[in-house]
């Protein structure tokens, strides 16, 4: 249903990864993940507020296959916190591959807020890394603000999308997950799961046009 769903002061948009490494010709390309970038920018206009999260990893990162002799990308690894998918090396620090797309246009983006840059975990969600119990701050950030309900959009719908949706919902947040304005890695079904694992959890997941 277009346009039924009015924002209010107390949501934000947070705009996932939405970097070079995750679009096409980057080192972990998501298929389409550079369409989404017109849709963002034209969500980041109606937000009252806008966060940017950034991928940020040291050399050799733990999450990175090329950290593990014999193991190739796209391997499950077991990490001393829990199963860890193994990656091309990708958003290393200070690199072009970890920049914003050129073309992500957020000028009232108010945090950008970088996880993933411990080398000995990774962190897909933006409110906690994988061990589940390490906060990025960003809880406290919105909860200070008086932000109570997210709405998620960017890369990669399955991974770093799904996982702040579920830690959203587990801080208490309203969460809305913007489907159209995100794209799939889907790892062995991982998208169905995800979709499953959104509807228990109770964050709604819509279409951009739904919002007035
Ligand atoms: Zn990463």
Redesign the pocket.
Same mark, same amino acid.
């Not at 989404?36 to 991928?55: G, S």
């Given at each position: 249903m277009a346009g039924t769903l009015s924002l209010t002061a107390h949501d934000v948009l947070i705009a996932v990864d939405v970097q070079n490494d995750f679009c096409p010709g980057g080192r972990?390309a998501v298929p389409g993940g550079d369409e989404i970038v017109p849709a963002i920018n034209r969500l980041a206009e109606k937000f009252p507020h806008v966060v940017l999260t950034q =991928?940020w990893?040291p050399p050799a !990162?733990l999450?990175f296959a090329s950290s593990h002799p014999g193991r190739k990308p796209f391997e499950t690894i077991a990490a001393p916190y829990g199963p860890q998918e193994l990656?091309p090396d !990708?958003?290393v620090q200070n690199t072009p591959g970890a920049e914003f797309r050129r073309d992500l246009l957020a000028p009232r983006a108010e945090l950008i807020l970088r996880k993933?840059y411990r080398r000995e975990i =990774?962190?897909?969600s933006a409110f906690y890394e994988n061990d589940h119990t390490t906060p990025t701050g960003l809880a406290g950030y919105l909860k200070e603000r008086g932000l109570t309900r997210v709405f998620l959009a960017g890369l990669a719908f399955d991974f770093c999308v799904r996982f702040s949706a579920e830690d959203a919902r587990r801080c208490g947040f309203a969460a809305v997950v913007i489907a159209d304005a995100c794209r799939g890695i889907d790892l062995d079904g991982s998208v169905a799961a995800t979709r499953r694992r959104l509807a228990e959890l109770g964050a709604a997941v819509i279409d951009a046009d739904a919002i007035a």
């Amino acid at each position: 249903m277009a346009g039924t769903l009015s924002l209010t002061a107390h949501d934000v948009l947070i705009a996932v990864d939405v970097q070079n490494d995750f679009c096409p010709g980057g080192r972990l390309a998501v298929p389409g993940g550079d369409e989404i970038v017109p849709a963002i920018n034209r969500l980041a206009e109606k937000f009252p507020h806008v966060v940017l999260t950034q =991928d940020w990893h040291p050399p050799a !990162h733990l999450s990175f296959a090329s950290s593990h002799p014999g193991r190739k990308p796209f391997e499950t690894i077991a990490a001393p916190y829990g199963p860890q998918e193994l990656w091309p090396d !990708h958003c290393v620090q200070n690199t072009p591959g970890a920049e914003f797309r050129r073309d992500l246009l957020a000028p009232r983006a108010e945090l950008i807020l970088r996880k993933g840059y411990r080398r000995e975990i =990774d962190s897909y969600s933006a409110f906690y890394e994988n061990d589940h119990t390490t906060p990025t701050g960003l809880a406290g950030y919105l909860k200070e603000r008086g932000l109570t309900r997210v709405f998620l959009a960017g890369l990669a719908f399955d991974f770093c999308v799904r996982f702040s949706a579920e830690d959203a919902r587990r801080c208490g947040f309203a969460a809305v997950v913007i489907a159209d304005a995100c794209r799939g890695i889907d790892l062995d079904g991982s998208v169905a799961a995800t979709r499953r694992r959104l509807a228990e959890l109770g964050a709604a997941v819509i279409d951009a046009d739904a919002i007035a």
